[in-house]
């Protein structure tokens, strides 16, 4: 009688705070997205220190399985985004369709109604996630513009380098559409245009120079407190 392969660990998800204190990236795709965000996702690990939030441009005509496939494809969480979700580590929210997603003032996710006005021709769209990821989480926020079709997400990344986050877009030669890589390219607010198969490792440098960062000055402060307590 032969033996079955046990079954496939499931994934966990990490403790959340609604107040992420760690990194908090916004992905914006349209035409080849799936490729794109497959192979980045892919090359993250189990244990990324980061939360993800996807706005891609899919048809309102039916259901999207954009985060089930994509789960199927990353160690990472997976799911569609609803409303009130938290932001956590090492997990990924999928807009859908006809919906913008943003995050509230609190950390948590929101969903627009599906009669909310389109931008850039579209909903969801890249301006709304971007420009809320960048008031919330200021240097915190990093912007990656993917291969896609029209500017969307043009004015999201300002609100993103205006706020101290850092900005990444695919570059030519890999985009399948470069129209949204490029336009905001030309706003001169990109930090890094990279082509597909470093964008993944350039997010796991950054993320880790950030929380690498973020103890260096709790580390700071602590010494700081310290020294007030003694003097007092």
Do not use: W
Not at 54 to 72: F, N, T
Not at 116 to 135: C, D, Q, T
């Amino acid at each position: 009688m032969p033996i079955k392969p046990p079954p496939p660990a499931r994934k966990t998800r990490p403790a959340v705070s609604a107040k992420a204190a760690f990194p908090v990236i916004a992905m914006a795709a349209s035409v080849g997205g799936l490729k794109a965000l497959s192979a980045i996702l892919s090359v993250l690990p189990a244990d990324f220190q980061a939360a993800i939030a996807i706005v891609m441009h899919l048809s309102p005509d039916h259901d999207s399985v954009l985060a089930e496939i994509l789960d199927r494809r990353t160690p990472l969480v997976v799911k569609k985004a609803r409303t009130g979700d938290v932001l956590c580590q090492a997990c990924v929210f999928v807009a859908p369709p006809n919906h913008h997603l943003f995050v509230a003032a609190s950390g948590r996710l929101e969903l627009s109604s599906s009669s909310a006005e389109k931008i850039n021709y579209a909903r969801p769209s890249a301006e709304p996630l971007f420009a809320s990821v960048a008031a919330v989480y200021r240097k915190n926020a990093i912007a990656v513009v993917l291969t896609g079709g029209d500017g969307d997400g043009s004015f999201g990344v300002q609100i993103i380098k205006d706020h101290g986050g850092r900005v990444i877009a695919q570059d030519r030669p890999t985009s399948e559409d470069f129209s949204m890589p490029q336009t905001s390219i030309e706003t001169g607010d990109v930090d890094f245009i990279l082509p597909l198969d470093e964008i993944g490792p350039k997010l796991i440098e950054l993320v880790g120079a950030a929380l690498a960062n973020e103890q260096k000055q709790c580390c700071s402060d602590g010494a700081k407190s310290v020294m007030l307590k003694r003097r007092t």
